[in-house]
């Protein structure tokens, strides 16, 4: 499990990048992976890294406000 919050696998995630969603926001949109806490977001970014080869996570995590 990669968001523990919301109960997202890996293999989700990965089907996600697969179905065209290459952003840490795309993915959140399409399962709600790291829309929670934010840990998970390194995680998604490496994914989409490892999955998409080239193609960079340039996007923020979803979630609205961090505590510093």
């Known amino acids: 499990i990669v968001?523990?919050?919301?109960?997202?696998?890996s293999g989700q995630i990965l089907s996600e990048i697969r179905r065209g969603n290459?952003?840490?926001?795309?993915i959140a949109r399409s399962c709600a992976a790291g829309t929670c806490c934010g840990m998970?977001?390194?995680?998604?970014?490496?994914?989409?890294?490892?999955?998409?080869?080239?193609?960079?996570?340039?996007?923020?995590?979803?979630?609205s406000t961090r505590a510093s």
Do not use: M, N, W
Not at 3 to 9: E, F, N, R
Not at 40 to 63: F, K, M, N, W, Y
């Open 3 to 9: 968001c523990l919050c919301k109960g997202v696998s």
């Open 40 to 63: 998970c977001v390194r995680q998604i970014r490496e994914l989409i890294g490892v999955a998409a080869g080239p193609i960079q996570a340039h996007s923020d995590s979803p979630t």
């Open 22 to 26: 290459s952003s840490v926001k795309g």
